[in-house]
């Protein structure tokens, strides 16, 4: 596919950030999001230099498609970032969930995305820590601060996953994110919080309970769905960390942080539900699944015989 207007498109839309113009902004984005996902599906995402040029420099298109990223991601940094308006959250989501495809499967794009969002991915903990910290402390504008970019920064991140289609840009993505070690942190996280799921009464004990609280294990979750859909490798590395029974009494949960739905949304990916090939795990769901299913029958039915000896 021939993008010869894409740099252009890029550029006016570079000018449109630096002056905040919200309405042209997101016109464009909208454009530059149509284009890059129809090259992307296409999987035909060889590009010119001419098609990435945003500068009179001369570099080589894995260059130049890093100085795109790295522009999109300045944008998801701005200043005003902490606090938008409904246009200017709309332009950042969009801006997240363009970004893999911006990087046209350059090694040193793809590097620099991911590079940007590494630090706040290899301590879950201390984003809980900071989490709690502002909830204690309030009134510390620093802390809050802190905890706003926090999240900001990772809940773009789960965007970014969300938005890897089954494409070979996207496979090639994942992997790196694989390979750099971020999806086995945090699955690793979700382990050590909910260590006792599966013992006898777990769900009534303290641990569980701690662990239900955790503002990361939401933002663990969906970010777990977007890399591993349709991607063999990342669903493999779940199943051998052997979170599967564990997701599945996270998606048993009601209420608390939306943990029961994202849960559920995880193994159906992970089962192909939607039978769009995305899931390579649909055997071991559904037998745990299926269990869940038959012991609760059991259980009524047991009920129902000891109500019906009461009245015989």
């Known amino acids: 596919m021939k993008l010869g207007a894409l740099g252009l498109l890029l550029e006016t839309a570079r000018r449109a950030f630096s ?57 998801l940094c701005h200043p005003l970032g902490l606090k938008k308006s409904n246009k200017q959250q709309r332009n950042t989501e969009m801006v997240a969930r363009i970004l893999p495809y911006l990087t046209y499967g350059e090694p040193a794009a793809m590097e620099a995305l991911i590079e940007h969002f ?16 502002h909830l204690n402390n309030p009134k510390d504008d620093n802390i ?42 945090a699955i690793t996280y979700l382990k050590d919080n909910f260590a006792n ?50 997701l599945h009494a996270l998606e048993g949960v009601t209420v608390v942080n939306e943990i029961g739905v994202r849960a559920e949304n995880l193994l159906d990916t992970l089962s192909n539900k939607e039978g769009k090939g995305d899931g390579f795990l649909e055997e071991k769901v559904c037998k745990l699944r299926h269990a869940t299913r038959d012991e609760m029958r059991r259980r009524a039915l047991r009920k129902r015989e000891e109500l019906l000896q009461v009245f015989y």
Not at 42 to 69: C, F, H, M, P, R
Not at 178 to 184: D, N, R, V
Not at 198 to 206: L, P, W
């Open 19 to 75: 002056v905040d113009a919200m309405e042209p902004a997101e016109g464009i984005l909208l454009i530059v999001e149509s284009l890059t996902l129809e090259a992307n599906e296409s999987d035909n995402i060889s590009i010119t230099q001419s098609a990435l040029t945003v500068t009179s420099e001369e570099a080589g298109t894995g260059e130049q498609a890093k100085k795109i990223v790295l522009m999109f991601l300045e944008r």
């Open 197 to 246: 799921a599966g013992q006898a009464g777990f769900k009534n004990s303290a641990e569980w309970t701690q662990g239900l609280t955790l503002p990361s294990v939401p933002l663990i979750l969906s970010l777990l769905r977007g890399l591993s859909m349709g991607h063999m490798l990342t669903q493999k590395c779940i199943d051998e960390e052997g979170i599967l029974p564990l």
């Open 144 to 185: 809050a601060q802190q905890v706003a970019k926090q999240r900001f920064t990772l809940e773009n991140f789960v965007r970014v996953s969300e938005s890897l289609k089954t494409s070979s840009c996207g496979e090639r993505l994942k992997d790196i994110i694989l390979e750099k070690g971020i999806t086995k942190t």
């Open 118 to 133: 590494s630090p706040y991915l290899q301590d879950w903990g201390a984003f809980d820590h900071l989490q709690k910290q």
